[in-house]
């Protein structure tokens, strides 16, 4: 009866710990919906509030472009404006592309470091191991320069151009899952006349789900938050994204300080995306490790 009381209590302790972990990391993400939620001109009122006291939907309304200039000012904004739906999209479109090629490009690597036998295999993937450590601040300006002899200055593909072919990290993790897949399942696609990318395609890829998956979720956070490069690359408003369109929006404040409201709705929307992402793709994940039998 002790020991049962004892784990009792232990599981309520860790709960408890559990919930008010949850509750402090949403905490910042409350703060910035309150801050959208309160009219521009009683910001300052409450600062100490966690709740607005006169919620509102304006600044939402400010951000999408559903008010004009005239009422924007009424409101207490800036008068400035972000075009946020042409910010999200071309970061849907940003990251969907680095998403895509990045996670391709570097299973076909990660296979051919796993399975395919070549001179220096070991030492390439080595070499490929040690750009792990080096820092990517050191590698923008050679990248700006051979982005700006392409020509490619304020264009999707001069973007995506670095994180298209392939990720280390992402070599490594799913080379690590593709050595536990068992090579009877190779030996018989081969014995059924498949290929070398004919297996990895109708074998490989489909038995590494979890891991893709999961590939993909990491993937996507970091593209959707990425700002250095995009900034220094696609300044246009043509293939700006909205980590970029978001900065810019909190410079343009004639009156020196930034439209918090504005820009902490514009913000809030933007995670939106990523929180749908990681709902829909992580509870994915979780089934597959389910039906695997995998803990």
Do not use: C, H
Not at 93 to 119: D, E, H, N
């Amino acid at each position: 009866m002790v020991t049962k009381t004892s784990w009792g209590i232990g599981r309520i302790i860790i709960w408890i710990i559990l919930i008010f972990l949850i509750l402090l990391t949403l905490l910042p993400i409350w703060i910035v919906l309150k801050t959208a939620l309160t009219p521009t001109k009683e910001l300052f009122n409450n600062p100490g509030s966690l709740f607005p006291e006169n919620p509102t939907l304006l600044n939402f309304k400010r951000v999408i472009g559903l008010v004009s200039r005239e009422e924007n000012v009424a409101a207490g904004g800036s008068g400035q404006s972000i075009n946020f739906l042409l910010g999200i999209r071309n970061s849907f479109i940003f990251t969907s592309l680095v998403v895509v090629l990045q996670t391709f490009f570097s299973a076909l690597a990660a296979y051919a470091f796993a399975r395919l036998k070549f001179i220096g295999r070991e030492v390439i993937f080595f070499l490929y191991l040690t750009a792990l450590m080096i820092p990517g601040v050191i590698l923008f300006i050679p990248n700006f320069i051979l982005i700006k002899n392409l020509g490619w200055l304020d264009t999707y593909q001069g973007m995506i151009a670095p994180f298209a072919l392939f990720s280390p990290f992402a070599i490594f993790f799913l080379r690590q899952f593709f050595l536990s897949i068992p090579k009877e399942l190779e030996e018989a696609a081969k014995l059924d006349g498949a290929s070398a990318f004919g297996t990895f395609w109708r074998i490989i890829l489909p038995t590494s789900t979890t891991p893709i998956v999961t590939l993909v979720i990491l993937t996507s956070l970091a593209m959707w938050n990425e700002y250095f490069w995009p900034w220094l690359i696609g300044k246009g408003e043509n293939v700006r994204v909205l980590t970029v369109a978001l900065s810019i929006f909190k410079s343009q404040t004639p009156q020196g300080a930034p439209d918090w409201s504005g820009l902490m709705a514009a913000t809030f929307l933007s995670i939106i995306p990523m929180v749908i992402l990681l709902l829909v793709l992580g509870r994915k994940v979780i089934n597959s490790l389910q039906f695997s039998g995998l803990k």
